[in-house]
Antibody
Framework: QLQLQGSGPGRVKPSETLSLTCTVS??????????WGWIRQPPGKGLEWIGS???????YYNPSLKSRVTISVDTSKEQFSLRLSSVTAADTATYYC???????????????WGQGTLVTVSS | SSELTQDPAVSVALGQTVRITCQGD??????ASWYQQKPGQAPVVVLY???NRPSGIPDRFSGSSSGNTASLTITGAQAEDEADYYC???????????FGGGTKLTVL
């Protein structure tokens, strides 16, 4: 049974960098059919895709966040990470890590999710 | 703003059928996936590539697509189906992922 466990600080100060890590267990991050993604949800609002990474390191990001986002992968630790710079109160959200299944026709879906990490941007 | 549009709220009587829709130009090219989210929980995929159900998802959940609209249908809605539902797909460029704004389903 695949499990994703997100971890990181629950509070970040404005203008600083938010850093979260997702640890994968019960399966391998070195899987050719999958990307590994980050999705966030502000309190009381909808889901927003942040970006995704392949085990080989290729990434793609939400254009609205691209200038501030870096996603990286450490296959030896079965982990992938999110860094979001210059945060403001608008970045307060629950951040989910998830496995993104990509098929050969270009369709994608998130078939396994972590429990979510609430990050509050506040001084 | 999202490239996928959903009605903010829909209600259905217990045991009746309800359809939740998702509109967007990218749906002419890419099938949608659908997620159920209950309060305080992470989303769960209930349909992928239009009408495929993961194991464990009841067969009362089904999907369809026509033109720029994808639909999630619950046939015989149960109290436990009350939740927020989100559609997702590629965007029009095919290079990014987008989510709809979500639909809050109330089972009366």
């Amino acid at each position: 049974q695949l499990q994703l466990q997100g971890s990181g600080p629950g509070r970040v100060k404005p203008s600083e960098t938010l850093s979260l890590t997702c640890t994968v267990s019960g399966g391998s991050i070195n899987s050719k059919d999958y990307y590994w993604g980050w999705i966030r949800q502000p309190p009381g609002k909808g889901l927003e895709w942040i970006g995704s990474i392949y085990y080989g390191g290729s990434t793609y990001y939400n254009p609205s966040l691209k200038s501030r986002v870096t996603i990286s992968v450490d296959t030896s630790k079965e982990q992938f990470s999110l860094r979001l710079s210059s945060v403001t109160a608008a970045d307060t959200a629950t951040y989910y890590c998830a496995r993104e299944h990509d098929d050969t026709s270009g369709y994608c879906w998130f078939d396994s999710w972590g429990q979510g990490t609430l990050v509050t941007v506040s001084s | 703003s999202s490239e996928l549009t959903q009605d903010p709220a829909v209600s259905v009587a217990l045991g009746q059928t309800v359809r939740i829709t998702c509109q967007g130009d990218s749906l002419r090219r890419y099938y949608a996936s659908w997620y159920q989210q209950k309060p305080g929980q992470a989303p769960v995929v209930v349909l992928y590539i239009n009408n495929n159900r993961p194991s464990g998802i009841p067969d009362r959940f089904s999907g369809s697509s026509s033109g720029n609209t994808a639909s999630l249908t619950i046939t015989g809605a149960q109290a436990e189906d009350e939740a927020d539902y989100y559609c997702s797909s590629r965007d029009s460029s095919g290079n990014h992922v987008v989510f709809g704004g979500g639909t809050k389903l109330t089972v009366l």
